[in-house]
């Protein structure tokens, strides 16, 4: 294995994830820009000869949803490279223990980070849920979650005294929603909802299926019994079923989409740390690297993100 010696203005990758392509990085942080010696230069990755903002943003999910997070990240940010990762091997994260979904996070950022990226957006509200805290902690890049974000969209929405929080089941039962509106106002009324039935209508293509607004209107039904003002997207699937979520509320509830409060925030957080990528001759593009089940996704993408990706690759995780 090649080893190569260069500088950061602050440490941009951990040394116990440092191999990138057969080559062992050996950090040393000081002044100056990324660059190894001339000698080395040749066996680097395209990407990690770039200035640092200039790198893509990495995004990761147990399955396709993330995709809608994807697409608002894409929207909000529309210079910007990102490569996806989907875990389509081993979704969902939601029937695993907390700590499988730590250890399958940790993975995937591994994984996102051997493609060189400058960030990474847990766009797994699962994930978010269980594992940020120890991603934050384990790796030097900035990582991103879903949570915080749209807990924040929904406490600066009015009906915020009482709101609602529909997700999957493993999400709900991590109350990481509740506990972070509460914790920034703990006067509000929370009431959640475990919605399992959705992720599989969507993924099925039945948005605005008859069935599909009968299963909404049955989950729906005792959160607008209890009057809340402010509905919570907590899953990344949901954002398609929007305008029939829209049409069961009947304006009784403001809806918060976590994907977009997410994008919205990530802009924020990377203008703050001067990693908004400065590049205008083109718009970002998109790859997508699956575990599993290539062809199938491969139809769902273009739903998902409004468009197709540049580029979708199968691969493996490192352990």
């Known amino acids: 294995m ?101 250890r399958f996070a940790c993975e995937d950022t591994r994984f996102l980070l051997q493609q060189g990226v400058k960030a990474v957006v847990v766009a797994c509200n699962t994930a978010s849920a269980w594992a940020l805290p120890a991603l934050q902690e384990q790796f030097e890049v900035p990582v991103f979650g879903v949570v915080e974000p749209g807990v924040r969209a929904a406490l600066q929405t009015p009906g915020s005294d009482r709101i609602g929080i529909i997700g999957t089941t493993a999400t709900i039962r991590s109350q990481a929603y509740r506990r972070a509106i509460l914790e920034r106002r703990p006067g509000v009324k929370v009431f959640s909802r475990a919605c399992p039935l959705l992720v599989p209508l969507v993924e099925e293509g039945w948005v605005s299926h008859r069935i599909t607004r009968m299963v909404l209107a049955e989950y729906l039904r005792p959160l607008l019994q209890k009057r809340v003002g402010v509905l919570v997207l907590a899953c990344t699937h949901y954002p398609l079923l929007k305008r029939v979520l829209r049409l069961e509320l009947r304006g009784r509830a403001t809806l918060v989409d976590s994907a977009e409060s997410c994008a919205k925030s990530l802009k924020e957080e990377l203008t703050q740390r001067k990693l908004l990528c400065r590049r205008s001759r083109r718009e970002g593009s998109i790859e997508l690297y699956l575990t599993d089940e290539v062809p199938r996704v491969q139809a769902f993408a273009r739903r998902f993100l409004g468009g197709a990706p540049a580029r979708v690759t199968r691969t493996e995780l490192p352990g």
């Not at 990761?60 to 809608?68: A, E, W």
């Open 2 to 102: 090649r080893k190569c010696k260069f500088q950061l203005e602050e440490p941009m990758f951990s040394p116990r994830h440092c191999a990138v392509e057969g080559i062992r990085l050996e950090l040393v942080v000081g002044q100056g820009h990324v660059w190894p010696t001339e000698t080395d230069r040749k066996f680097f990755p395209p990407r990690l000869m770039r200035q640092r903002s200039e790198l893509p943003i990495g995004v990761f999910d147990s399955g396709i949803g993330g995709l809608t997070v994807a697409r608002q990240i894409r929207r909000v940010l529309p210079l910007e490279d990102l490569i996806y990762l989907g875990d389509t091997a081993r979704v969902p994260y939601g029937t695993k223990s907390p700590e499988a979904v730590i």
